[in-house]
């Protein structure tokens, strides 16, 4: 089981996939719980709209990209010498 899960954690789009289902389901228990009996709210008055909408801001909302470390010899280097760019 833990090996599933980590061979699913290394595909490119997994992490943004199980953000977008745990959005989803977030916007439809808002609407099943919150909701809007109405029907004058937008997004909480249609079960397919609050599950798309959750969705979507679990997409946007979960990172997916971590920055790349700079190597230490090119940090130290421009620390000593003080110039930065290609012929540093």
């Known amino acids: 089981m833990l090996e599933s899960i980590?061979?699913?954690?290394?595909?490119?789009?997994?992490?943004?996939?199980?953000?977008?289902?745990?959005?989803?389901?977030?916007?439809?228990?808002?609407?099943?719980?919150?909701?809007c009996a109405s029907g004058a709210c937008p997004i909480t008055?249609?079960?397919y709209v609050s599950t798309a909408y959750g969705a979507a801001v679990g997409y946007l909302l979960f990172p997916t990209r971590t920055p790349k470390a700079q190597p230490e010899a090119e940090t130290v280097s421009q620390q000593e010498t003080g110039r930065t760019g290609p012929d540093a």
């Open 45 to 47: 008055s249609n079960p």
């Open 6 to 35: 980590q061979a699913l954690a290394r595909h490119k789009y997994a992490k943004r996939v199980a953000a977008s289902i745990v959005g989803a389901a977030a916007g439809y228990a808002y609407y099943y719980y919150i909701g």
